[in-house]
Nanobody
Framework: QVQLVESGGGLVQPGGSLRLSCAAS????????IGWFRQAPGKEREGVSC????????YYADSVKGRFTISKDNAKNTVYLQMNSLKPEDTAVYYC????????????????WGQGTQVTVSS
């Protein structure tokens, strides 16, 4: 069974950090690019960061550039999103998704999705 499971969300104060994990089962991430997306209440889902199959190429939305870092451990079949200097506007449900599409940097073609993990940034 193909599955992506996110973890690591929670409540953090502004300026704090969290590390999200996206663990894959039922398939290997060696051949997939992974994207992190988020959706805040009343807003459309947006792409946050993505990484190619080898882990050698990454992309970040302007809103998180310099604060978030995506990484991929193919041996552990897991992708991470390190989030630093968190702001209240980062509050959302964060999802990871997998794709073999060449359009991964355009946030398109993602086939497999996790269930999401809540991140709340508040004092």
């Amino acid at each position: 069974q193909v599955q992506l499971v996110e973890s690591g969300g929670g409540l953090v104060q502004p300026g704090g950090s969290l590390r999200l994990s996206c663990a894959a089962s039922g398939f290997t991430l060696d051949y997939y690019a992974i994207g992190w997306f988020r959706q805040a209440p009343g807003k459309e889902r947006e792409g946050v960061s993505c990484i190619n199959s080898s882990g050698g190429s990454t992309y970040y939305a302007d809103s998180v550039k310099g604060r978030f870092t995506i990484s991929k451990d193919n041996a552990k079949n897991t992708v991470y999103l390190q989030m630093n200097s968190l702001k209240p506007e980062d509050t959302a449900v964060y999802y990871c998704a997998a794709t073999k599409s060449s359009l991964w940097m355009l946030w398109r073609g993602y086939d497999y999705w996790g269930q999401g993990t809540q991140v709340t940034v508040s004092s």
